[in-house]
């Protein structure tokens, strides 16, 4: 690591530092949620501008910000990319099986509540 690389180093909690509460309020955003399912779905690191979201880019800088700060991702700086990785095993370790039971629970919401409108119908009379 070169000194300017060192300069660009960005603050992440230790394993053991990463809390529940944090966790589940990083997640707790639909777009900050977006992201992660994102990067599960991928074993590559992925660049902040991969992300195609219907924000501001302070916004987008905000939400990987606070999922960088809350431990579920791991941000570096590759030239002058910011680059992202899912702490899933650091998550896996202090959490055993919460990050697995959100993402399952979010394809789950999704498959109900389309974000195109095209929720599946309960049938009359209640189910």
Same mark, same amino acid.
């Given at each position: 690591?070169?000194?300017?690389?060192?300069?660009?180093?960005? +603050?992440?909690?230790?394993?053991?530092?990463?809390?529940?509460?944090? /966790?589940?309020?990083?997640?707790?955003?639909?777009?900050?949620?977006?992201?992660?399912?994102?990067?599960?779905?991928?074993?590559?690191?992925?660049?902040?501008?991969?992300? /195609?979201?219907?924000?501001?880019?302070?916004?987008?800088?905000?939400?990987?910000?606070?999922?960088?700060?809350?431990?579920?991702?791991?941000?570096?700086?590759?030239?002058?990319?910011?680059?992202?990785?899912?702490?899933?095993?650091?998550?896996?370790?202090?959490?055993?099986?919460?990050?697995?039971?959100?993402?399952? +629970?979010?394809? +789950?919401?999704?498959?109900?509540?389309?974000?195109?409108?095209?929720?599946?119908?309960?049938?009359?009379?209640?189910?």
């Amino acid at each position: 690591m070169t000194e300017r690389d060192t300069a660009r180093a960005l +603050a992440h909690p230790e394993p053991g530092e990463i809390r529940l509460e944090g /966790v589940l309020h990083a997640l707790s955003d639909p777009m900050r949620l977006s992201i992660v399912r994102e990067l599960a779905s991928t074993d590559a690191e992925l660049a902040c501008s991969d992300f /195609v979201l219907p924000v501001t880019k302070s916004t987008t800088t905000h939400h990987f910000r606070v999922l960088r700060e809350s431990g579920v991702v791991r941000q570096t700086y590759r030239g002058t990319a910011k680059m992202n990785g899912l702490r899933r095993e650091d998550l896996q370790t202090r959490f055993p099986g919460l990050l697995d039971s959100i993402l399952t +629970a979010a394809t +789950a919401d999704e498959d109900h509540h389309p974000a195109d409108g095209s929720a599946a119908q309960d049938p009359p009379g209640g189910s």
